[in-house]
């Protein structure tokens, strides 16, 4: 049981917050009375009073009998921001319908990213609820929200967020969340957080009017790193251990997205990451349900996601940017000039085959040698992607992959990462081509910061040599044009395109040689530069798929691999069903029904055909 934060007791309310070396601190209730409690501090510099309170009672602290009102570090709510009284919130009080729920199994999720603010016109939870129908739909069967921690204003990417036990009040504030996660448990919908341990935003940073919540040893690109390994690191080390448990707990989450753990830095002799673990295992413990921890990891290592008895961080998967990398070089020429370490062919293989792409290799960008490997590690340890928030907003215009490359090049793109060993994402929108961009947007109230945040923004684009500058992030027109148009989705290629999606992901759950990630299983095959044979088979060696990616504008010839006998063929991207023309014709040449093995087959441009073994058809 955490220690800070407030907790309500029958018809009191423990209020809790950890200040080691203050030597007083003032609990100031603002609302619905005006009171104030002196707070006692115990041996590990926890401050705490038991008092008459209740949820909907704000409140602030004083870190000293002279110092000014502050919010609580731990706040469950800021309901006027960052700068405003935190909020008690008895988790108790909601009544959840989830109770049959028992969670999703990584190997059996497509994911879907989620930025609350932009993906409906309303920007929140409850508007998300309005939607979720038409995502199951496609069989996507988890989402992953973007942040949504309490940040600056009302917009922002959620990685400003200074409260990490709080959620967003334009969003929709604590009650509109838990509403979302019953809403998608109820359709069978996972639910993941993305959260942040890396830094905190700069605007309502109040943790150091608190304690030495940050390090001066260690330095990351975006603040003040987290001080998780030197004096008096104690008190943060269990703030943000016991924040899994928090989400778990109190709202249903099914996992955590970790942001950029490369930039958490800890040499004490228990890592930080071996806290967490620990504490999200006592947990799933008390709930009955597997929690998932996924990282965002530079680090090209298996130590990720290796048990921590093995030295290990023990993360049960993690984002597999190499394999981004090596595809997106084949799908959009420009690539190559974006990620000058991925031009071949055989790295694709690789990554379809291993994982890591660099894996111990010198890599021009880094300017050393890079990566393990990370060959035998079963696939459902990895999430595989075409676009994510990174991808699409850290280009200076924002443009998702649809306004880059044309329909079949979407096509293949998505095929390419629904038939990989791996756990696929998309990002919102992305499943009928959304058009419209996905820009960097803040609300900043400090012009000083917001001033800062231009200049940064166009500093950061320098060394790419843009034609263009980025847009204006405190403008709130850049939030407007990232929102998404769901009305797009019902016609025309978008139609087709949503279609294409929900058929490759029907196939992820019904054939068992895709629902299997264990790496002895794939084989793929290299013809000339720029085609790939990928073959998956089942567990049991009974099933067998085939299938021919084409990733030049030209006709390849493909050699059958000498795998079975004869194949039937299940999609191809240049079916007419796929493919009709504005003027009605279709394109040519189309995969033939049936193929042998040992035979040869013309791929058209631009495709990817996908067979099925004649005896497990």
């Known amino acids: 049981m955490k220690r800070f934060g407030t907790r309500i007791i029958d018809n009191k309310c423990m209020f809790s917050v950890w200040a080691p070396e203050k030597q007083n601190m003032i609990l100031h209730i603002v609302s619905p009375v005006d009171a104030v409690f002196e707070m006692k501090k115990d041996e590990d510099g926890y401050f705490s009073v038991l008092v008459e309170a209740s949820e909907g009672n704000r409140y602030f602290y004083k870190p000293g009998r002279n110092s000014p009102d502050t919010p609580d570090p731990a706040s469950d709510y800021q309901p006027e921001g960052v700068h405003g009284p935190s909020q008690v919130i008895d988790h108790g009080r909601f009544k959840w319908s989830d109770h049959d729920w028992k969670g999703s199994d990584l190997r059996d999720v497509v994911f879907y990213e989620i930025h609350t603010g932009t993906f409906t016109q309303e920007g929140t939870f409850e508007a998300i609820i309005s939607r979720l129908d038409e995502i199951a739909s496609t069989g996507i069967n988890a989402i992953e929200l973007m942040p949504v921690c309490q940040f600056p204003g009302t917009r922002n990417w959620g990685y400003d967020g200074v409260f990490h036990y709080s959620v967003q009040n334009s969003y929709g504030g604590p009650d509109g969340l838990k509403m979302l996660v019953n809403e998608c448990h109820r359709r069978n919908i996972a639910v993941f957080l993305d959260v942040v341990y890396n830094h905190t935003g700069p605007e309502g940073n109040y943790f150091s009017m608190f304690g030495p919540y940050f390090s001066r040893k260690h330095n990351i690109p975006w603040g003040d790193a987290i001080n998780f390994d030197g004096e008096w690191s104690d008190g943060v080390r269990e703030y943000f251990s016991m924040n899994p448990a928090h989400w778990m707990l109190n709202y249903h989450i099914d996992g955590l997205r970790v942001d950029a753990i490369h930039e958490i830095y800890d040499f004490g002799a228990v890592h930080f990451w071996e806290l967490a673990m ?340």
Request: glycine letters at 8%.
């Open 278 to 617: 620990e504490e999200t295992k006592k947990a799933e413990a008390a709930s009955g349900r597997k929690f998932h921890m996924i990282a965002e990891a530079d680090y090209n290592s298996p130590k990720v996601i290796r048990p921590v008895e093995t030295g290990g961080y023990a993360f049960d998967a993690m984002w597999l940017d190499d394999f981004h990398h090596a595809l997106y070089v084949f799908i959009h020429p420009e690539g190559k000039s974006r990620y000058e370490d991925f031009n071949r062919i055989e790295q694709l293989a690789k990554a379809y085959k291993e994982g890591f792409v660099h894996s111990g290799e010198i890599v021009r960008f880094r300017k050393k040698k890079h990566g393990s490997s990370s060959s035998g590690i079963p696939g459902y340890k990895f999430i595989v992607f075409n676009q994510n928030h990174d991808q699409v907003g850290n280009r200076v215009d924002g443009e998702r992959l649809s306004v880059l490359v044309g329909f079949e090049q979407l096509k293949l793109a998505t095929a390419a990462i629904m038939l990989s060993p791996y756990i696929p994402l998309l990002f919102m929108g992305e499943e009928y081509g959304e058009e419209s961009p996905f820009l960097y947007f803040v609300s900043h109230g400090d012009a000083e910061l917001v001033k800062a945040v231009r200049e940064g923004r166009k500093k950061e684009f320098e060394g790419y040599k843009w034609a263009m500058e980025p847009a204006d992030p405190q403008d709130e027109s850049t939030f407007s044009r990232s929102k998404i148009n769901w009305n797009d989705r019902t016609s025309g290629k978008k139609r087709l395109l949503l279609d294409w999606n929900k058929e490759l992901i029907a196939l992820r759950k019904t054939r068992s040689a895709l629902k299997n990630s264990s790496k002895d299983s794939i084989q793929v095959y290299i013809t000339a530069d720029r085609g790939l044979t990928l073959l998956r088979t089942n567990e049991y060696g009974r099933e067998h798929l085939l299938a021919f990616f084409n990733f030049s504008e030209n006709e390849i010839l493909f050699q059958v691999p000498y795998i079975s006998g004869r194949w039937i063929k299940l999609i191809d991207s240049k079916d007419a069903k796929w493919n009709e023309k504005m003027d009605g014709s279709l394109f040519a040449p189309v995969a033939p029904l049936t193929i042998d093995s040992g035979e040869t087959i013309n791929a058209s441009g631009w495709s990817i055909s996908l067979y099925a073994g004649m005896d497990n058809r």
